[in-house]
């Protein structure tokens, strides 16, 4: 059984830090996209970020781009996301999402596999 469990996230203030992990079992995700996906109360699903299998292509949100980084290391079958400066529209439902194939892509329903989510909330 396929399963994706995120961590990482919390409480954070404004200009703070976080670094979210994916890790993955029942499944070999080294051949895989990954992809990084965020939800607000009340607001459409927002792609966040996404690594290609080899880690060689990242593709990032203009709302994120220069503030995160996506990355992975497939010998632990786990990716991470790490937030910086993180401000007040970053709080969201954040969920990791495994694509099946090894291109990258920024819409939700070309992924397969989707973690519970983990909670990142930005308050001072």
């Known amino acids: 059984q396929v399963q994706l469990v995120e961590s990482g996230g919390g409480l954070v203030q404004p200009g703070g830090s976080l670094r979210l992990s994916c890790a993955a079992s029942?499944?070999?995700?080294?051949?895989?996209?990954m992809g990084w996906f965020r939800q607000a109360p009340g607001e459409e699903r927002e792609f966040v970020a996404a690594i290609s299998w080899s880690g060689i292509t990242r593709v990032y949100a203009d709302s994120v781009r220069g503030r995160f980084t996506i990355s992975r290391d497939n010998a632990k079958n786990t990716v991470y996301l790490q937030m910086n400066s993180l401000n007040h529209e970053d709080k969201a439902v954040y969920y990791c999402?495994?694509?099946?194939?090894?291109?990258?892509?920024?819409?939700?329903?070309?992924?397969?596999?989707w973690g519970q989510g983990t909670q990142v909330t930005v308050s001072s």
């Open positions: 999402a495994a694509r099946r194939i090894s291109m990258t892509s920024r819409e939700w329903v070309d992924y397969a596999d």
């Open positions: 029942g499944h070999t995700f080294s051949s895989d996209a």
